[in-house]
């Protein structure tokens, strides 16, 4: 009896209530049957959320890269586990088998262990799309060590607070990166992180695009060398079930970002099981996901679930305009992709160059699309579903969430049907639950609330690392013995769930999750500003980009404006990336307050979307004078 792999409707109402009766009997069948362990668990599940504390498959052993290595090589040893394609589609492809992919990390593996790097230590890996990403990942695990992936895009004051968070001693990296046409100084960047970093002993650099870098005598070494020299043999260090995988960064509604803490088993057996039946997975699929492993679709999703089964994964360096904005499409007929998951941005910005670039490749080999990262708008879906996938790709709208760890609401293509701008029905042993503000969960269909899941799953999240009580705060303290999403969500007459978006201060810009409050404590640094208030606004690419309100210490002061918005958005991109940058910057002379001094965002939030014929009683701000002044000069 297995039901690893749902192939009906039917039986996934089957399965999905047989995994909400009885949780512990099917999550302990999925992993007894389909996984690699050392030692078998003594107890499934024990939970309390108002701790909250959550183990899955307590006292088991194993190492989640025997799952995804060495259990393959008798059987596909000669298949391609990672199928890197180069920003440069000149470059040829390179195709790692599963055979390459064990001994290029044991290799890798071994280095680490020679650098004194041992189980629960910390190891930051910013490094770009390239195969030693992967790898880098997975030697990490292999020893034991906890891996902190901070994405290559990112800046050096990003990157420095999150190797101090953790206390990494060991970063991984590389000379440079390429990105379309540009390459990227990476090796730069972490020159100037590290030196907030004194703890970090030792750099790792991958030779990628071959610059004239800075070398740290005693601290930074080439990897290759070191790689050529190690053994391609190394045993896997023996895991408990519990012991931390990853810690993986994600912005908050306020303060510094959060390390979300995922352990070992209950992660690898949830990724593995969603991946295989939301994709579809079959034996010889080429499967690819076009984000990158900064985030944590990329973990889940490139890395860890594909592996998990054996699959081929592509792992694409480049970008969706280089050369042109054709590249996807040539990709996916170069190497006959079967599975094809993006983000609703890349669909929109494709989208905007017709369809001419589509239709000038074979895209025949398609068989499922998916879409993560935000909610996809009716007509991206449209154009996704029609002329990518000619009508007979399904689209699966997968929602989740770098704290759940896989996907929690999605279809299952050509199981469940799909309905545009819906993620559909939840997972199988993903119990939702929409919530008034007063705190009641509100039954039936046809309701709109606050999502909430009110039971464990394997791949939750178990903490934020070096702080349980913000955990607590942020995700179980709003709903009693229930986790907080941040979502709204509603649900339609026949069940299925739309997911409308964040409810707290987190805007997805271009599918990456910004927290308003780090972008204000970076423009509150520049010498001229008083104060700022950030808030989304609709951008027909980008889903929603960025609106500043910036007061001036002087609002008087005769400078150019245009130069002061030039050096805030250089403040930012400093502090937090690029991504964080501003679209529009109006100076105000106020931004409007509550008597008790907070900031009604809901009002900017309002002008700046030109939707200002409902504003709300406005009568008892503090200073409502200010509200028809930002009015009249917006941008
Ligand atoms: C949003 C990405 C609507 C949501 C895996 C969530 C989505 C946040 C979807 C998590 C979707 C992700 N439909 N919204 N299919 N997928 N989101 O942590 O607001 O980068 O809370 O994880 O993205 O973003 P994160």
Redesign the pocket.
């Known amino acids: 009896m297995s039901n690893y792999h749902i192939k009906h409707l039917e039986e996934y109402f089957q399965v999905y209530r047989k995994s909400v009766r009885e949780p512990e009997n099917f999550w302990e069948e999925v992993a007894e049957e389909h996984f690699l362990w050392r030692k078998k668990w003594d107890k499934v599940l024990s939970w309390d959320f108002s701790k909250p504390e959550v183990t899955w498959f307590e006292g088991a052993k194993l190492n989640i890269t025997e799952n995804c290595l060495d259990r393959h090589l008798a059987t596909r040893g000669d298949k391609t586990a990672i199928l890197f394609e180069p920003n440069n589609p000149d470059e040829p492809a390179e195709y790692i088998t599963y055979r390459d992919l064990y001994e290029r990390v044991n290799q890798f593996a071994n280095v680490l262990k020679d650098k004194g790097v041992t189980k629960g230590d910390r190891v930051c890996i910013y490094v770009p799309m390239i195969p030693e990403l992967a790898i880098a990942l997975l030697a990490c695990a292999r020893i034991g060590a906890i891996h902190s992936v901070v994405f290559a895009g990112f800046s050096s004051k990003a990157l420095s607070t999150r190797i101090n968070d953790c206390d990494c001693k060991v970063v991984i990296t590389a000379d440079g990166s390429y990105r379309g046409a540009k390459t990227i100084d990476l090796k730069g960047i972490v020159d100037e992180a590290l030196e907030d970093c004194p703890d970090v002993e030792t750099v790792l650099v991958a030779k990628r695009i071959h610059s004239d870098i800075n070398m740290k005598e005693g601290r930074d070494e080439w990897l290759q060398p070191l790689l050529d020299k190690a053994s391609k043999e190394g045993k896997a260090e023996v895991m408990d079930a519990e012991d931390p995988l990853f810690i993986l960064y ?1 912005s908050g509604s306020t303060g510094k970002p959060k390390g979300m803490v995922h352990t070992t088993a209950g992660y690898m057996v949830y990724t593995a099981y969603t991946f295989k039946n939301v994709f579809q997975y079959r034996e010889h699929d080429v499967y690819w996901c076009t984000a990158d492993i900064g ?3 990329g973990h889940s999703y490139i890395v860890y679930g594909p592996l998990a089964n054996g699959a081929t994964t592509v792992m694409f360096e480049g970008v969706p305009s280089y050369p042109d904005f054709g590249r996807f499409w040539e990709i996916v007929q170069k190497h006959k992709v079967n599975q094809f998951y993006t983000a ?1 941005t890349a669909i929109r910005a494709l989208a905007k160059q017709g369809a001419e670039l589509v239709e000038k490749y074979d895209l025949s080999s398609l068989k499922v699309l998916g ?6 708008n009716e007509e991206a879906w449209h154009w996704y579903n029609d002329v990518v996938g000619k009508n007979k790709s399904p689209i699966v ?8 760890g896989g ?1 929690m ?2 279809p299952i293509p050509f199981v469940t049907p799909t309905k545009p701008t819906f ?1 559909t029905l939840p997972f199988i042993g993903i119990q939702p639950a929409l919530m008034d503000e007063s705190g009641t969960e509100l039954k039936g269909n046809q309701v709109e609330g606050r999502l909430c899941i009110k039971y464990p799953w394997p791949s939750m999240a178990r903490t934020i690392w070096g702080n349980h009580e913000r955990y607590r705060d942020t995700y179980f303290s709003a709903y009693e013995n229930k986790y907080f ?3 709204g969500a509603l649900r339609d007459e026949v069940g299925y769930y739309r ?1 409308t ?2 409810v707290d201060d ?1 805007i ?1 810009v271009s ?3 910004l927290g308003t409050a780090p972008i204000e404590d970076a423009i509150n640094e520049h010498q001229a500003v008083a104060e700022s208030a950030i808030v989304g606004f609709p951008h027909d690419v980008k889903g929603s980009a960025l609106y500043g309100y910036v007061t001036l210490k002087d609002f008087g002061e005769a400078r150019n404006q245009d130069n002061l918005r030039k050096e805030i958005n250089q403040l930012i991109s400093d502090r937090i990336g690029p991504i964080a940058k501003l679209d529009k910057i109006q100076f105000t002379e106020g931004l409007p307050k509550t008597r008790s001094g907070k900031i009604m965002r809901r009002i900017l939030r309002k002008i700046a979307e030109n939707n200002t014929s409902d504003l709300g009683d406005i009568s008892t701000l503090l200073n409502p004078e200010v509200v028809q002044s930002i009015i009249d000069n917006k941008l």
């Open positions: 994600t985030w944590i679709t609703p879409s993560v990262g935000e909610p996809i709208d997968t929602w989740w969430q770098t704290e759940t996907i609401i999605t993620a999403t941040g979502d997911i978006g964040r987190v997805i599918g990456h999750n």
